[in-house]
């Protein structure tokens, strides 16, 4: 039952962690969500249109800025150009016309022509290689736009691109919302195992606006991972041998800066990474399996093995007690029919006695003593003396027998005492940990529950601030309709927060199902135990009533 507890207990922890985890990043994206767009919904298209020549000089003072906001707020770089283009560069008045439907079929043209024609300055995709987010436009993901990402290999299943996040996760992106950023001049990463020749000829293709292996990596056909180059998948690798190296040393629980261990961990080779992995695992064991002992209960003596020896010992002693009365009685039987009999020859005698004294008076006939040389005839003193000291050894052994039995009983019950206390501590201290469970899985549900009010006032508040923007933009152009957009499922691994939220409350609701149960179960193990010890006691007391007269006999 206790392993079961602790099992619970462990996954309930892992459940409340990963929602504490969730909902801390929903939080935060809501949050940041919520300041883009009261940021960008100020209502200034209430102005009157600008002319050809302000439209162009509005344009042209920071055009790369506006650009960037608009991707920020979830839209491709070429539907956002063209946006501001269309609108003259007046960032107020692109954001409204991204979002008219009657605009999609315009922007859709614009990004597969931008697609199409591609840019010579944009680098391949590549394994191994750095990119930045761009172009979500969902709620849970467009906090991820702007971020820096390591691309780590092309899954062709989902025709997406795996990424490691700045945070260590792992996401899968579509390529059209992925722009590389390499540190070499052409954009893209250069090799020290790379021969000269290649080197040239790739950069020619790169100055021609012919990126390489361009079909393998941004269309992502099935065979881009086979013709990824070795040294890739080999920083590949020791990326991840990086990140679990970390994980386990942070699950060590031992304080270290975050820094140092960076450092250390970039200077290890693979080997030396792999070693340290292969430790670690090794001390996690050890350290479980030493924690699982020390909470182990200590074993309880053989106290049945020691009942079932003391009632052999006490059926033997009964048996020799029994012999050695039976043995008694025929001595005291034969002690008793040689008084008879010497008695008897003592009239014998006195009656032979006086009839020869009578007949010769003066003849004295003298006491013959018996001759030593019969040896078959023993004198009766002797045999009578041999039986009596015999009795007194059997009436000793008796009372010792009778001591024997005295310390069998106080053994006994000594046992059934030990037995009674160790079911009671037991008992105590797994009610001890059911109550401290309960409390700590009380406590947890209180800090989840508040979480969740949180996050739903959270996203109240971006549902008026959301309608607050709404409202100036439809009083100022009343004839633009602005329809609402439904999110694209531009992740994979991103799940509604209502769905989490139920899971989590289902998982607590089985938790508490199972304490409860397990209470029930404690509590009907207790009333076993007091019924077992009375049951014994009873017993016990019949047991010496029963050989009470024969230890008093």
Same mark, same amino acid.
């Given at each position: 039952m206790s392993e079961d507890v602790r099992a619970a207990v462990g996954k309930m922890s892992r459940v409340l962690r990963l929602a504490k985890d969730r909902a801390n990043t929903q939080f935060g994206k809501v949050r940041e969500r919520a300041k883009r767009f009261s940021l960008g919904g100020s209502p200034t298209t209430s102005q009157s249109a600008p002319s050809a020549t302000e439209? +162009?000089?509005?344009?042209?003072? #920071? %055009?790369?800025?506006?650009?960037?906001?608009?991707?920020?707020?979830?839209?491709?770089?070429?539907?956002?150009?063209?946006?501001?283009?269309?609108?003259?560069?007046?960032?107020?008045?692109?954001? %409204?016309?991204?979002?008219?439907?009657?605009?999609?079929?315009?922007?859709?043209?614009?990004?597969?022509?931008?697609?199409?024609?591609?840019?010579?300055?944009?680098?391949?995709?590549?394994?191994g290689g750095r990119a930045r987010v761009t172009g979500l436009q969902t709620a849970s993901a467009a906090a991820l736009n702007g971020s820096d990402v390591l691309l780590q290999k092309w899954d062709a299943a989902s025709q997406r691109w795996i990424v490691s996040m700045p945070d260590g996760t792992v996401k899968s992106i579509r390529p059209q919302n992925l722009d590389p950023l390499y540190a070499s001049p052409h954009g893209r990463p250069v090799h020290e195992d790379e021969p000269a020749e290649q080197t040239e000829q790739t950069e020619q293709r790169y100055s021609a606006g012919q990126p390489e292996q361009s079909g393998q990596h941004q269309a992502g056909p099935a065979s881009a991972s086979a013709a990824a180059p070795e040294d890739e998948r080999s920083d590949l690798d020791r990326e991840e041998l990086k990140i679990l190296a970390r994980t386990m040393l942070e699950s060590t629980g031992q304080p270290r800066q975050q820094s140092v261990t960076d450092e250390v961990l970039e200077a290890l080779s693979?080997?030396?990474?792999?070693?340290?992995? #292969?430790g670690l695992s090794r001390d996690l064991f050890v350290r479980t399996d030493g924690q699982q002992e020390a909470q182990e209960p200590p074993a309880r003596p053989d106290v049945a093995g020691k009942i079932v020896e003391l009632e052999l010992e006490e059926t033997r002693l009964r048996s020799l007690a029994e012999a050695q009365a039976k043995r008694a009685e025929e001595l005291e039987a034969r002690e008793a029919a040689l008084q008879e009999a010497e008695a008897a020859l003592e009239r014998r005698r006195s009656e032979g006695k006086e009839p020869a004294e009578a007949s010769a008076p003066a003849v004295r006939i003298p006491f013959v003593a018996p001759k030593e040389d019969m040896q078959d005839a023993s004198p009766t003193s002797t045999t009578l003396e041999a039986e009596r000291a015999e009795l007194q050894r059997l009436r000793e052994e008796a009372s010792e027998m009778q001591t024997w039995a005295h310390v069998r009983m106080s053994v006994e019950a000594a046992a059934k005492d030990l037995e009674l206390r160790q079911e009671a501590a037991k008992l105590e201290l797994e009610e001890t940990r059911l109550r401290s469970?309960?409390?700590?899985?009380?406590?947890?549900?209180?800090?989840?529950?508040?979480?969740?009010?949180?996050?739903?006032?959270?996203?109240?508040?971006?549902?008026?601030?959301?309608?607050?923007?709404?409202?100036?933009?439809?009083? +100022?152009?009343?004839?633009?309709?602005?329809?609402?957009?439904?999110?694209?499922? #531009?992740?994979? #691994?991103?799940? %509604?927060? +209502?769905?989490?939220?139920?899971?989590?409350?289902?998982?607590?609701?089985?938790?508490?199902?199972?304490?409860?149960?397990?209470?029930?179960?404690?509590?009907?193990?207790?009333?076993?135990?007091?019924?077992?010890?009375?049951?014994?006691?009873?017993?016990?007391?019949?047991?010496?009533?029963?050989?009470? %007269?024969?230890?008093?006999?």
């Open positions: 439209s +162009s000089s509005a344009f042209m003072e #920071d %055009p790369d800025q506006k650009v960037k906001q608009l991707m920020d707020l979830g839209f491709s770089e070429a539907a956002a150009r063209h946006a501001l283009r269309a609108c003259g560069g007046h960032l107020d008045i692109a954001g %409204p016309w991204l979002l008219d439907e009657q605009n999609a079929d315009e922007l859709l043209a614009a990004e597969v022509a931008a697609q199409e024609v591609g840019s010579p300055a944009r680098p391949p995709l590549a394994a693979e080997a030396d990474l792999l070693e340290l992995i #292969d469970l309960a409390e700590a899985q009380a406590k947890r549900a209180e800090e989840l529950e508040a979480r969740e009010a949180a996050l739903q006032e959270a996203e109240a508040a971006l549902e008026r601030r959301r309608s607050e923007g709404k409202e100036p933009a439809e009083a +100022s152009a009343p004839a633009v309709r602005i329809p609402f957009v439904a999110p694209k499922e #531009d992740m994979q #691994d991103a799940s %509604p927060t +209502s769905t989490t939220l139920e899971a989590e409350r289902a998982e607590l609701q089985r938790l508490r199902e199972g304490v409860e149960a397990a209470a029930k179960d404690l509590e009907l193990r207790q009333e076993a135990a007091k019924r077992a010890a009375e049951e014994r006691e009873l017993q016990f007391l019949e047991e010496e009533s029963a050989q009470g %007269p024969w230890l008093n006999a």
